[in-house]
């Protein structure tokens, strides 16, 4: 694994760590400032307040998430992109817990991640149980 590869994953994991532990603050230090979020079929977030505004809206109605990744995957070119491949288990304020298979693509510029796209179908959550 290269330098490089290592540091994605890294980072990857330690943002997806922070944010398991509801520690956003140290989640959102791994987003470029000109960040564009696509979350599925949502119109897409573009800079952190926007991004911060549209998470905080899906996660701010949860009691708990937690991020199990099954692979990572770096490319370097034609740009330095990595691939996330992982369960994402939502709990809802009742305490149901729903696991969902998510796949996401990262572009990093520098040591920050500039484009987040998140492959997911999260209407199972949502629905009565």
Not at 38 to 53: E, I
Not at 90 to 102: I, K, L, M, Q, S
């Amino acid at each position: 694994m290269t330098t490089t590869a290592t540091a994605r994953t890294k980072a990857i994991t330690d943002m997806f760590a922070a944010i398991d532990s509801g520690d956003y603050s140290t989640a959102f230090d791994y987003l470029a400032d000109d960040i564009t979020l696509v979350f599925s079929n949502a119109p897409a977030a573009h800079g952190k307040s926007a991004v911060k505004a549209a998470l905080g809206e899906l996660i701010g109605g949860l009691a708990g998430i937690r991020h199990e990744i099954h692979g990572l995957w770096h490319v370097d070119r034609p740009a330095d992109i990595a691939f996330s491949e992982m369960t994402v288990t939502f709990t809802t304020p009742d305490g149901r817990a729903t696991p969902v298979p998510c796949c996401d693509v990262f572009q990093f510029q520098g040591d920050h991640i500039t484009q987040f796209r998140v492959y997911t179908d999260i209407t199972p959550v949502f629905q009565p149980a």
